[in-house]
Nanobody, 123 residues
Framework: VSLVESGGGLVQPGGSLRLTCAAY????????IGWFRQAPEKEREGVSC???????YYADSVKGRFTISTDNAKTTVYLQMDNLKPEDTGVYYC??????????????????WGQGIQVTVSS
């Protein structure tokens, strides 16, 4: 069971990136999958999650700018990030768990984690 993120990089403010999280060894049919991020010297925070019941949640700071989605096979989850701001800079992680704790949850509610990928928003 593993999660692998891709798609990070450097982008100017106002730009877009799409992160991809590929799940190996399981599908997301019976899991909740979330995106988290961690900026330097800050705690890891939830960004968005997609539950096995197709419920979607976003942090207030990204509502209207980020979109989470899955492929039909539910083995890949995407995070489309538009109108990026410097405060979106950080290491982004995808995470999954068999149980949904409600809402975005926190990092302790997720068992499986990707290795993280850097997103830098800077001019």
């Amino acid at each position: 069971v593993s999660l692998v993120e891709s798609g990070g990089g450097l982008v100017q403010p106002g730009g877009s990136l799409r992160l991809t999280c590929a799940a190996y060894g399981f599908t997301l049919d019976y899991h909740v999958i979330g995106w988290f991020r961690q900026a330097p010297e800050k705690e890891r925070e939830g960004v968005s999650c997609y539950t096995s019941h197709n419920r979607i949640y976003y942090a207030d700071s990204v509502k209207g700018r980020f979109t989470i989605s899955t492929d039909n096979a539910k083995t890949t989850v995407y995070l489309q990030m538009d109108n990026l701001k410097p405060e979106d800079t950080g290491v982004y992680y995808c995470a999954a768990d068999e149980s949904w704790a409600g809402g975005l949850g926190n990092q302790w509610d997720y068992t499986y984690w990707g290795q993280g990928i850097q997103v830098t928003v800077s001019s």
